[in-house]
């Protein structure tokens, strides 16, 4: 292998085959491997880095390149291997006659695999098993903590956010900084990413404690902007406000009620066509009049925004004429088909993004809407046939992780040229760096039951360790039938937890669905069906009296999470946070997954399963004090009591 030093850049090559490591932030480096006669210029996660100088020298087996904590070195044999002073990290795996002599070479298995796919390349990039814990990746709707042993398709789908980024218990992160899709397994034997189309390897690790990668990684992929002080409270939305007077009653039933409301959300079909990016003036005969009683009484009004577009809608042939719509590769060009045929927005595509903030400002904005609600983020097809499509940047197996952050991207900086300095838009999928962009994420259309609640927490836990510091619930749960036994207590935990979470926002589909249509037509603001009510007070005056307490005691939470959201912005770290996040020295820590910090100052204690009125809590060290009775606590478990009325919830003292 020959070696060559550039400054701060370390290059390495053998064969066809060309490595380039450089230092990229603190204590981190970008690793970027091609067998093609250049590297790539493609849009991916990384952000130009903050200056960093590196350390450069040969050795006898081989070369190093040493940025703060972290060295590497590239042995004379091909492979590479990260160290934090004398601490193995992670090594890449290599079972060839040109790798490691210590593991049979018979196998002809290398770290870095190129295998052709049309103009490009499947890739498979291995690492050495590790004694480690392993966090991240986004959000999966599953209920593992530590992800050690699990397999996840890097890919979006309705309730299913990729962020290929992962902090180890060894004290390093890892990024894949590659857009497309693929898969990632974290077995017992060896650790594998597979890109399933691509020009290149490109990976970046980062050496340190859980609050240095959260603040390393986030300096190179961004931080999200500081939250809206107006947004802290109490989010109401359901399916769905079919017209203007229902949107204004239920408001005007919140202030009557003395229940102090920030956001009302407006769902889908609002519109006449999906794609018209307007309101059917049928039901909505005087927006800006309604959005201006609404912001008297302190409420932003939030409008979903679908990125499909019917071919009978008004936009569609220019937006077609101008190819600022999804290409399929074979077939008609359909994306998705529920409520009509259509076709999706290429929000890749800069030129599509402006058409559609131009018709979202004229239409919405303009008259008084505060922010958006991006549903079908991912997006969403008829079916994830993901070698099916292509965006302006190249076919979705290639770079289609990118939809969701260049998506909310354009409403973003269509808001910030339009003045706004409050900006916070909800959306249902993400990527690396989609906070940078004032992405609250939510987790997507979900059952209504205990084990789903289960799923949820693990989610918040893990995307904000990937860099997504808003993150929220649909509290309740999504699909869910309100006349089921057990809904009521179920939406009283749920709502519980998401007091105690970056945002608390009541929205669902409640069946049964037996409210009639507004119209008989299959198009516009009346044809499509509704969900039973559900506002606070819709569940009887028990529950009422309950969820409204907790309204008033997120209320008087607003300066400690001003604080948790400065942090996100300042320092990049989660609002909502694993245990070892604020005690990585303690083992216990690592392993207790169904708690978490709320800032650095609160310890919440979910009851998760059904018909449980105590739970066991474990207390890292120091001291503690219950945030509702003020009985103090010392370090260690406990059985706590729990009525259906308490969620438990500890300050910490020291």
């Given at each position: 292998?020959?070696?060559?030093?550039?400054?701060?850049?370390?290059?390495?090559?053998?064969?066809?085959?060309?490595?380039?490591?450089?230092?990229?932030?603190?204590?981190?480096?970008?690793?970027?491997?091609?067998?093609?006669?250049?590297?790539?210029?493609?849009?991916?996660?990384?952000?130009?880095?903050?200056?960093?100088?590196?350390?450069?020298?040969?050795?006898?087996?081989?070369?190093?390149?040493?940025?703060?904590?972290?060295?590497?070195?590239?042995?004379?044999?091909?492979?590479?291997?990260?160290?934090?002073?004398?601490?193995?990290?992670?090594?890449?795996?290599?079972?060839?006659?040109?790798?490691?002599?210590?593991?049979?070479?018979?196998?002809?298995?290398?770290?870095?695999?190129?295998?052709?796919?049309?103009?490009d390349y499947e890739i498979t990039l291995r690492f050495e098993p590790q004694e480690e814990k392993l966090f991240g990746m986004g959000q999966y709707q599953q209920?593992?903590?530590?992800?050690?042993?699990?397999?996840?398709?890097?890919?979006?789908?309705?309730?299913?956010?990729?962020?290929?980024?992962?902090?180890?218990?060894?004290?390093?992160?890892?990024?894949?900084?590659?857009?497309?899709?693929?898969?990632?397994?974290?077995?017992?034997?060896?650790?594998?990413?597979?890109?399933?189309?691509?020009?290149?390897?490109?990976?970046?690790?980062?050496?340190?404690?859980?609050?240095?990668?959260?603040?390393?990684?986030?300096?190179?992929?961004?931080?999200?902007?500081?939250?809206?002080?107006?947004?802290?409270?109490?989010?109401?939305?359901?399916?769905?406000?079919?017209?203007?007077?229902?949107?204004?009653?239920?408001?005007?039933?919140y202030q009557k009620r003395g229940i102090p409301l920030d956001v009302i959300v407006i769902d889908f079909f609002h519109w006449v066509r999906q794609g018209d990016?307007?309101?059917?003036?049928?039901?909505?005969?005087?927006?800006?009049?309604?959005?201006?009683?609404?912001?008297?009484?302190?409420?932003?009004?939030?409008?979903?925004?679908?990125?499909?577009?019917?071919?009978?809608?008004?936009?569609?042939?220019?937006?077609?004429?101008?190819?600022?719509?999804?290409?399929?590769?074979?077939?008609?060009?359909?994306?998705?088909?529920?409520?009509?045929?259509?076709?999706?927005?290429?929000?890749?595509?800069?030129?599509?993004?402006?058409?559609?903030?131009?018709?979202?400002?004229?239409?919405?904005?303009?008259?008084?809407?505060?922010?958006?609600?991006?549903?079908?983020?991912?997006?969403?097809?008829?079916?994830?046939?993901?070698?099916?499509?292509?965006?302006?940047?190249?076919?979705?197996?290639?770079?289609?992780?990118?939809?969701?952050?260049?998506?909310?991207?354009?409403?973003?900086?269509?808001?910030?040229?339009?003045?706004?300095?409050?900006?916070?838009?909800?959306?249902?999928?993400?990527?690396?760096?989609?906070?940078?962009?004032?992405?609250?994420?939510?987790?997507?259309?979900?059952?209504?039951?205990?084990?789903?609640?289960?799923?949820?927490?693990?989610?918040?836990?893990?995307?904000?360790?990937?860099?997504?510091?808003?993150?929220?619930?649909?509290?309740?749960?999504?699909?869910?039938?309100?006349?089921?036994?057990?809904?009521?207590?179920?939406?009283?935990?749920?709502?519980?937890?998401?007091?105690?979470?970056?945002?608390?926002?009541?929205?669902?589909?409640?069946?049964?669905?037996?409210?009639?249509?507004?119209?008989?037509?299959?198009?516009?603001?009346?044809?499509?069906?509704?969900?039973?009510?559900?506002?606070?007070?819709?569940?009887?005056?028990?529950?009422?009296?309950?969820?409204?307490?907790?309204?008033?005691?997120?209320?008087?939470?607003?300066?400690?999470?001003?604080?948790?959201?400065?942090?996100?912005?300042?320092?990049?770290?989660?609002?909502?946070?694993?245990?070892?996040?604020?005690?990585?020295?303690?083992?216990?820590?690592?392993?207790?997954?169904?708690?978490?910090?709320?800032?650095?100052?609160?310890?919440?204690?979910?009851?998760?399963?059904?018909?449980?009125?105590?739970?066991?809590?474990?207390?890292?060290?120091?001291?503690?004090?219950?945030?509702?009775?003020?009985?103090?606590?010392?370090?260690?478990?406990?059985?706590?009591?729990?009525?259906?009325?308490?969620?438990?919830?500890?300050?910490?003292?020291?």
């Open positions: 292998m020959e070696f060559l030093i550039d400054g701060d850049v370390l290059i390495a090559r053998e064969g066809y085959e060309t490595i380039r490591i450089e230092p990229w932030g603190r204590d981190a480096l970008r690793v970027r491997a091609t067998v093609n006669p250049a590297f790539s210029h493609a849009v991916k996660g990384l952000d130009d880095p903050p200056p960093a100088r590196a350390e450069c020298g040969l050795l006898e087996r081989g070369a190093y390149i040493r940025n703060g904590k972290l060295r590497c070195e590239v042995h004379r044999n091909g492979y590479l291997t990260f160290y934090d002073g004398g601490k193995l990290l992670l090594k890449e795996y290599s079972r060839d006659f040109s790798g490691a002599n210590e593991h049979s070479p018979s196998m002809k298995l290398r770290a870095r695999e190129y295998r052709s796919h049309g103009s209920p593992d903590f530590d992800l050690k042993g699990c397999i996840f398709e890097l890919a979006q789908r309705n309730s299913q956010i990729s962020i290929p980024f992962v902090l180890s218990s060894r004290g390093y992160g890892f990024l894949l900084n590659h857009p497309g899709v693929g898969e990632a397994v974290f077995g017992a034997n060896f650790t594998q990413w597979r890109e399933d189309s691509s020009d290149e390897i490109d990976y970046w690790v980062v050496a340190g404690s859980p609050k240095e990668i959260a603040e390393r990684y986030t300096e190179v992929t961004g931080r999200a902007p500081a939250f809206p002080e107006n947004a802290l409270g109490l989010w109401q939305s359901k399916l769905r406000y079919r017209t203007q007077e229902e949107v204004l009653s239920v408001a005007q039933e990016w307007a309101f059917d003036e049928t039901y909505w005969p005087d927006v800006q009049s309604m959005t201006a009683k609404l912001h008297a009484m302190g409420v932003r009004c939030m409008v979903s925004v679908w990125p499909t577009v019917d071919r009978k809608s008004v936009n569609y042939q220019p937006m077609r004429e101008a190819g600022l719509l999804v290409r399929t590769e074979r077939g008609a060009p359909q994306c998705f088909d529920f409520q009509g045929d259509t076709v999706i927005y290429d929000a890749t595509n800069p030129a599509a993004r402006a058409y559609l903030w131009a018709c979202v400002k004229k239409n919405y904005f303009d008259k008084g809407v505060d922010c958006f609600w991006l549903d079908e983020a991912e997006p969403e097809y008829a079916a994830y046939d993901f070698d099916h499509f292509r965006y302006a940047v190249g076919p979705v197996v290639k770079a289609g992780n990118l939809y969701p952050r260049e998506h909310v991207k354009g409403f973003y900086e269509g808001l910030k040229a339009a003045g706004c300095t409050d900006i916070v838009n909800l959306t249902r999928s993400a990527w690396v760096g989609s906070q940078k962009y004032a992405a609250l994420v939510w987790s997507g259309d979900i059952r209504s039951n205990f084990q789903t609640l289960r799923d949820q927490l693990a989610a918040g836990l893990h995307i904000g360790i990937a860099g997504i510091p808003w993150w929220t619930t649909d509290t309740g749960g999504f699909f869910g039938d309100v006349t089921s036994d057990g809904f009521r207590e179920l939406l009283v935990r749920w709502f519980e937890f998401s007091v105690f979470s970056p945002v608390l926002r009541l929205h669902g589909d409640r069946g049964p669905h037996d409210i009639p249509a507004l119209s008989s037509l299959d198009y516009g603001g009346g044809f499509s069906e509704t969900g039973r009510p559900n506002e606070v007070w819709s569940y009887g005056e028990e529950t009422e009296a309950i969820l409204k307490r907790y309204v008033e005691i997120r209320a008087g939470l607003k300066e400690y999470l001003k604080q948790a959201f400065r942090e996100a912005s300042e320092k990049g770290y989660p609002v909502m946070r694993a245990l070892f996040f604020e005690f990585p020295e303690d083992t216990r820590a690592w392993e207790t997954g169904d708690e978490y910090m709320l800032g650095s100052g609160l310890l919440v204690a979910p009851v998760l399963y059904e018909g449980k009125t105590s739970r066991s809590v474990y207390l890292p060290d120091g001291e503690w004090e219950d945030y509702f009775t003020g009985e103090r606590y010392g370090s260690g478990t406990h059985e706590v009591s729990a009525p259906l009325e308490k969620i438990p919830v500890f300050r910490r003292l020291r």
